[in-house]
């Protein structure tokens, strides 16, 4: 019981992942994706029933679902605090707070307005607060902030040209290139890594966005640094060449390619992107394919397709995923598919997600998501989830809030079964035709032994 209680937690706060606030108000879909950063919290409440939950049949399911009627979800996302709170009928159980900090992000449990404990480092899917895995979630949020990046670097490499224009090269040229347009000049440019290295670092406001990947002020140049850019007759960026040797450090250098066709207008933005980055030995890679394409008819209806694919080889492990979106809009009705796959040794993990939602005013939508997840072929859970959210929430003042407490991986444990003990205690007050679940099948005498221990325990001391 406790572990579908746990995974519904975490569909949620998958779902707050995709579904935010975003930055482009022309756009049905961009403003309600949570691939851009929000620029204002978003308010949200979810009803979830499990469609398969692993071994049960239907009518364990059934009864399943009776039971977590009970259940509902509330919070408040927002760019750098995310909290949701997990309710039984009227009682709020506990709460999972999620700061974001300057290079990670912490996770806090507060079980309830007094005490606040941050999970420990590792601890946050022992917890199982997720239906998503935390690395399909890592995944999701990677490429939210990919997406947020190409126009960062779009915009950077317009403007390396005039950065470095003492050895920068011009030529005239005319290429047509379906669907972006026709280059009209190409500049190409020569560095060696120090001229990066030290521009970057002399340049470290130069990129505003919060999580640029890469992060050109974390990586390391070395030698020669190659830049061909096509531009056309309004000064655009349309395709980009990139080669050279960088790494993440001077210990882990790669031979670096990129190929890049890109478009942006009021009606249409695509991207065609390949970066490998194998290192001298052949052992290491971490090479990206991305397909990316935004469109916007006369009639104001609209698709958003992203397809990425990653390579990657370290120490003989070799990992390859593909995250697929693909979502239309029309008259405030937006609607589309996830699937994240992750494969490593024939063996794949993949979670398939179909949304659909309307936007009922400027801030208000409502909609449902349903959720399954796969090991190879096999299907190993359903989930379907109801939801509204707004975008007009104010979040709560961190100030608050108690200032939690660091705990050690065994105090945590403890704070979590004490948890778990004390939500058993209110579920077993539930109607009992809504407890067969947890009852059916089991003696009475093993029963009252189910009520005595499900006592709470002591937390430890602070």
């Known amino acids: 019981m406790i572990k579908s209680i746990k995974k519904i937690v975490l569909s949620a706060l998958m779902l707050s992942m995709i579904l935010a606030a975003g930055k482009a108000e022309t756009s049905v ?59 039984l009928d009227d009682r709020q159980l506990f709460s999972l707070i999620r700061r974001q900090l300057t290079k990670t992000s912490e996770m806090i449990l507060a079980t309830d307005s007094y005490h606040y404990y941050i999970v420990p480092e590792g601890q946050e899917n022992a917890a199982g607060y997720a239906f998503f895995s935390s690395d399909s ?59 990066l290295n030290l521009f970057f670092s002399e340049n470290a406001d130069l990129f505003q966005e919060r999580n640029i990947i890469p992060d050109p002020r974390e990586v390391f140049f070395s030698e020669r640094q190659g830049f061909t850019l096509l ?42 992107l390949q970066i490998r980055t194998p290192n001298a030995e052949g052992t290491r890679r971490n090479n990206y394919l991305l397909d990316y394409i935004w469109k916007k008819t006369e009639d104001g209806a609209e698709s958003f397709s992203w397809s990425a694919e990653t390579d990657r080889l370290a120490d003989g492990s070799r990992k390859q995923g593909k995250i697929l979106y693909e979502l ?55 989930l379907d989830i109801r939801f509204d959210f707004t975008t007009d ?16 991986e065994e105090e945590y444990d403890c704070i979590r079964e004490s948890l778990y003990a004390e939500i058993l205690c209110e579920i077993l007050k539930l109607p009992e035709e809504d407890l067969v679940f ?17 006592e709470p325990k002591k937390e430890p001391a602070q």
Not at 36 to 42: A, E, F, G, R, S
């Open 29 to 87: 879909i961009r403003e309600a994706i949570g691939f851009l950063d929000m620029q204002n919290p978003v308010s949200i409440t979810i009803a979830a029933e499990i469609g398969k939950a692993g071994p049960y049949d239907e009518v364990r399911t059934e009864k399943l679902n009776r039971l977590l009627q009970h259940f509902s979800f509330s919070g408040v996302i927002d760019s750098y605090e995310s909290e949701l709170s997990v309710s």
């Open 438 to 454: 947890l009852n059916e099948g089991i003696t009475a005498e093993a029963w009252d032994s189910l009520v005595t221990d499900s």
């Open 393 to 408: 929430a104010a979040m709560q003042v961190t100030a608050d809030h108690p200032d939690p407490l660091t705990v050690t």
């Open 137 to 195: 979630l890592d995944r999701i949020l990677t490429n939210r902030d990919i997406l947020c990046s190409l126009d960062e670097y779009r915009s950077f490499l317009e403007q390396l040209p005039i950065y470095f224009s003492e050895k920068a090269s011009e030529t005239k040229i005319l290429e047509k290139y379906r669907d972006y347009g026709t280059a009209v000049k190409k500049i190409t440019i020569s560095l060696n890594g120090e001229d």
């Open 328 to 382: 239309t809009a029309s008259d405030l009705q937006v609607s589309g598919t996830l699937s994240d796959t992750m494969s490593e040794k024939s063996v794949s993990v993949t979670t398939d997600a179909r949304i659909s939602y309307n936007k009922k005013d400027n801030s208000h939508y409502s909609g449902t998501l349903e959720i399954m997840n796969k090991k190879d072929k096999i299907v190993t859970g359903c």
């Open 231 to 272: 531009f056309t007759e309004d000064n655009h960026l349309l395709k980009a060449n990139y080669s050279g040797k960088a790494g993440i450090s001077e210990n882990d250098i790669r031979t670096v390619r990129l190929e890049w066709k890109t478009v942006r207008s009021e009606t249409l933005e695509k991207d065609e």
